[in-house]
């Protein structure tokens, strides 16, 4: 399977600040991957260096033949959810996520695909609802329909569960599973969370400016070197699912 985007080296700056360091990694073709760490340890950086919003200051981000910018749906931490007063619909936000692409021939087609994308994430009723009188639930469902509306081959989703309860979280992810098995579309998750994101992605990258562990989820608990970063406790106490035990690795 080939890689859609391959990081070699990436080391990015703020200044004289070091905040990524050396970061090697890939995305594969029909990946999940989770980019995990403690707040402030450059997750939300390396993916807008990734995606361009951020200059790489060492290093380079290589791209598939078949993959450019526009081929990524992006679903940034930035929210309007709480602001009562914003005056777009759910429709005009879905639509957003057309700008500067030609996918559909005229108006009734597009119209259309928005309403076939607000079917799938169960907001075709909220269409003519103002977005600031969402729920958190729903408000997350129009931005992943905004995301997907222009057909893309990667989704990058930052902290997309953190203002979410339980319940919610989990449809959250339960529609993301859906998204990566039935729309073939590479997931790439950023989170604080590992022992939740562990349960659903297929590959995880723990960061924290430096690259501490870059594997498959199965051999995550077996790493020395996240060990050494959080602790043999904290480890044991994240592998005590079945599916995750395993041996140390040397």
Not at 25 to 47: R, Y
Not at 131 to 136: D, I, K, M, P
Request: hydrophobic share 40%; with cysteine; aromatic share 8%.
């Amino acid at each position: 399977m080939s890689h859609l985007i391959k990081a070699t080296n990436v080391h990015i700056y703020y200044g004289r600040l070091n905040v990524v360091r050396n970061v090697n990694f890939q995305i594969e073709e029909e990946d999940f991957l989770a980019i995990v760490g403690p707040n402030g340890s450059g997750k939300t950086t390396l993916m807008k260096a990734l995606l361009g919003l951020v200059e790489v200051s060492e290093g380079k981000f290589e791209f598939d033949s078949n993959l450019s910018i526009k081929d990524i749906g992006y679903l940034p931490q930035t929210t309007f959810a709480q602001d009562k007063h914003f005056p777009a619909t759910v429709k005009e936000i879905i639509a957003t996520g057309l700008l500067n692409k030609s996918l559909y021939k005229n108006k009734k087609e597009e119209e259309k695909a928005i309403r076939q994308i607000s079917g799938l994430f169960d907001i075709k009723h909220l269409l003519n609802k103002r977005v600031g009188y969402l729920s958190g639930g729903q408000h997350q469902r129009v931005l992943m329909a905004r995301a997907l509306i222009g057909k893309p081959k990667m989704l990058i989703l930052d902290e997309p569960t953190s203002a979410l309860d339980p319940k919610i979280r989990e449809e959250f992810y339960t529609l993301i599973q859906h998204l990566y098995a039935h729309e073939h579309v590479s997931i790439v998750l950023i989170s604080h969370d590992l022992q939740s994101v562990s349960e659903h992605a297929k590959n995880i990258l723990y960061l924290d400016q430096e690259v501490v562990y870059f594997g498959s989820t199965e051999n995550l608990c077996t790493s020395k070197a996240l060990i050494n970063q959080l602790g043999a406790q904290a480890v044991t106490a994240l592998c005590q699912k079945p599916n995750h035990e395993h041996h140390i690795n040397s």
